[in-house]
């Protein structure tokens, strides 16, 4: 698996080298924001002890600078001892249209505790579930005979 990820990790490089070589361009990486990790307003998630929070971002990133949006998080941090921790497992939701922050839990899920190594972190995608602002492309989505 590590040989996968690393072969994976290294075409990627390689296919943004050729890129950058190719048309001049740089890539500038926009300024992340700390993240304030507190208290889950979602039941569920406060039950299980994750804790949630928010991160900006560029509405557009050809625009870093310009307007920013909010992403929610919510994250599970590792159970084992900081020796045996393996780092950060980022669930993403899929969808398109749903929220993610529920699968900051799936760390319990997986066999022989292994998942016990990992903060698992779970999100909402732009304009979906708790991220800022959030979106409707289906007016009244939520009212009677949906």
Known sequence: MRRVVASVACIALIAVGVQMVSDGSSIAAPQVSAID??????VFLGEVGARCGMLEVPLDYDDPAGAQIRIALARVRHTVPEAEYQG?????PGGPGGSGSIYSVLGQ???DDAGAAYDWIGFDPRGVGSSRPAL????????PDR
């Open 88 to 92: 950060v497992m980022l669930v993403n």
């Open 109 to 111: 899920f997986v066999p």
């Open 136 to 143: 409707s492309c289906i007016p009244r989505y939520f009212g």
């Open 37 to 42: 990790w507190g208290r889950c307003s979602d």
